[in-house]
């Protein structure tokens, strides 16, 4: 195999060669590390940030030939930051021993080594995801900078730039903190999970078979990409990676079947976000969120199975009921996969997804569940000649993994830089205190002055950031107002997750606007339409835990999920102002308030909820046979 590897990498560009070879170096550490266990959080995090951004400089030349690389001052200028960026991260490694000894105390080139890995980062940060989180980073540090000049409870004493840098580069709540050493440990192993998935023919096969679930149905291949994208969504936790995967499958045939551009954009944008809520995986900030909460994946996966459930209910609805406004026609059944066949072709490559399922119910760590379920996949996909990871394929797979866990890691480590400015001015007490004073201490002014932070706070962000740094800001107000610890943080990662198909910076919908060719800013409008559930199912749960099983019985629980289905079913009549026919205002303003009273979780709002509901449907039902006889 080393000879076929050989072979495939003659010829290529040596660049391409050279970042191939250590996001093979990368994806190798951290399988190694996975089964023998991890170095010190300062050893694992710099090295692994700075194979990142020798990556990140290397990416603008990587298809220049030896012969434009000779020649060109830019291949040189790349180069030399790609090797002094890897320098200065790796510090940390070769005088690990001397850094512990001084207990942080920072030396005169410490100083300047500080100093460049902030710019090396917050640059690379911009050029994977743009400016939005740089900027975000950068005047945080004015702030720890210029603190004493800003009035009341926001200012404070102000730091030195040698103070700050001494936090950021030598202490370990700044770039080396919790967020990079999530992405170092088990965020990178859980993409390459999904890589060898995709790569090994896996995320066809979920397709495929979503496609024969739904595709004899209007609307059908909108239906299959809900279903594809969140059977996908949860396993590669970013919605942008998940958009370009099975967008490029499912965007296309909704617009050969008549959905409009924008729509098919919006519904792949949405689906593949969702993925991120449905467990049994729910992607990496599932993880997070139980090492930030010390609650059980166990218990977050089971809190977040019913929102998730209705949040998929009211998407699924939207999309039924946008095919008989459109008049959307049924596919031709030759073009509707078997799924027999399907599972006889590839049924064996998703054998790996419940042995994952299985080891993290059953207390295995996510590194552990994560590596074991790969090496898996990788094993399963020789069962069948046709989806046998080729040495080309087993490149793609390093490469196409490691390039999806390049954004997530530079946002995380630029997210390092905020929650240390953070945790070094006490800003994060401060807020939850400002969020406290404006909302006057009503819990659903808190609510709505959180979910707008979030949603700019997570702007140009992945999920996993987003959700680090929110839940470091937000959660802590939420919980002092009497909310549930469970509920707050799921109602930030909501609102984090958001922030993905919200404009202007809507990562999810910019990402499908390319496949669906199609302006990005319309896409996340409707995305904002068609997620509704995803902005409202929060609030409920954020009052009435039940929703989450929190407090409840089995019997209550399931009393809960009955009404709030049909409060999600309702959201999407309402939503589409379409039920068998076009509804009138009163109608839709109607099924509006039903929303509200299902999703109550109340006695008495639910006896409401169900008999406005019946006196809608008849009223809609009668209206409609009557101006069929008047026609």
């Known amino acids: 195999m080393m000879r076929d590897i050989t072979e495939s990498l003659i010829n290529c560009p040596p660049i391409w060669v050279i970042r191939v070879i250590a996001a093979s170096i990368l994806s190798f550490f951290s399988i190694y590390t996975a089964f023998w266990g991890v170095f010190p959080d300062m050893i694992q995090r710099s090295f692994h940030i700075g194979i990142i951004l020798f990556l990140v400089y290397l990416s603008p030349i990587e298809k220049m030939s030896m012969n434009e690389l000779m020649k060109s001052l830019k291949a040189y200028f790349f180069i030399i930051l790609s090797l002094l960026s890897l320098l200065v991260m790796l510090y940390q490694i070769i005088f690990f021993d001397a850094i512990n000894d001084r207990w942080g105390e920072l030396t005169n080139y410490e100083f300047y080594l500080g100093l460049a890995a902030t710019f090396f980062l917050l640059d690379a940060t911009r050029r994977t995801i743009g400016w939005p989180i740089a900027i975000l980073a950068i005047s945080f540090l004015l702030y720890a900078l210029l603190g004493n000049y800003f009035p009341g409870e926001a200012g404070h004493r102000g730091y030195s730039v040698n103070r700050v840098m001494s936090h950021l580069y030598l202490g370990g709540s700044g770039i080396f903190g919790t967020p990079l050493g999530v992405t170092a440990t088990f965020v990178i192993l859980i993409v390459l999970f999904g890589a060898v998935l995709e790569n090994s023919g896996a995320g066809k096969v979920l397709m495929d078979i979503a496609n024969s679930l739904t595709g004899r149905s209007r609307g ?52 593949s976000t969702g993925g991120q809520l449905m467990p049994p995986v729910m992607g990496a900030a599932a993880f997070l969120m139980s090492d930030m909460t010390g609650i059980s994946y166990y218990e977050i996966a089971r809190a977040a199975l019913l929102p ?137 002014l808190a609510l709505v ?183």
Not at 247 to 253: A, W
Not at 310 to 337: G, M, Q, W
Not at 456 to 485: C, H, K, R, S
Request: hydrophobic residues 55%; positive net charge; charged residues 10%.
């Open 220 to 271: 059908g291949p909108a239906k299959a990409a809900v279903v594809g994208s969140s059977l996908m969504g949860m396993i590669s936790g970013t919605a942008v990676a998940n958009v370009l995967t099975t967008g490029t499958i499912s965007i296309p045939l909704m617009k050969r079947t008549g959905y409009r551009s924008e729509t098919a954009g919006a519904i792949e944008a949405v689906a």
């Open 308 to 444: 998730a459930i209705l949040y998929y209910i009211v998407l699924f609805s939207v999309v039924h009921l946008e095919a008989l406004k459109r008049n959307i026609p049924i596919i031709d059944t030759k073009d509707i996969p078997s799924i027999w066949e399907t599972l006889k072709y590839g049924g064996h490559l998703l054998l790996s997804l419940p042995v994952f399922i299985y080891m993290m119910f059953d207390g295995y760590s996510v590194m552990y569940a994560s590596i074991w379920s790969l090496m898996m996949a990788v094993a399963l996909s020789y069962l069948r000649r046709s989806t046998w990871l080729t040495p080309r394929k087993i490149l793609r797979t390093i490469e196409n993994g490691v390039d999806a866990v390049i954004p997530v890691a530079t946002a995380c480590a630029c997210a390092g830089i905020i929650i240390g400015i953070i945790t070094l001015t006490g800003l994060g007490l401060k807020f939850s205190s400002l969020v406290i004073s404006l909302s006057g201490g009503n819990i659903f």
């Open 449 to 631: 002055l959180t979910m707008i932070s979030s949603l700019i706070l997570g702007m140009g962000l992945p999920t996993a950031a987003a959700y680090i740094l929110v839940a470091t800001l937000a959660a802590p107000a939420l919980e002092e107002l009497g909310i549930n610890q469970l509920a707050a943080h799921l109602f930030v990662f909501y609102s984090a997750m958001l922030s993905s198909i919200t404009p202007p910076v809507a990562l999810a919908a910019y990402a499908a606007s390319g496949l669906a060719n199609a302006n990005p800013f319309k896409i996340a409008i409707v995305s904002c339409q068609f997620g509704i559930a995803a902005f409202i199912i929060p609030y409920f749960f954020a009052f009435n835990p039940v929703l989450i099983g929190i407090d409840a019985s089995l019997q209550m629980i399931f009393l809960a999920a009955f009404s709030a289905i049909f409060g999600s079913l309702s959201l999407s009549i309402f939503i589409q102002g379409w039920l068998i026919s076009k509804l009138l205002l009163i109608e839709r303003l109607g099924y509006i308030v039903v929303t509200f009273c299902l999703l109550s979780v109340s006695f008495t709002t639910d006896i409401i909820g169900f008999l406005l509901l019946i006196i809608l449907i008849l009223f809609h039902y009668f209206l409609r046979r009557n101006n069929r006889k008047m026609a």
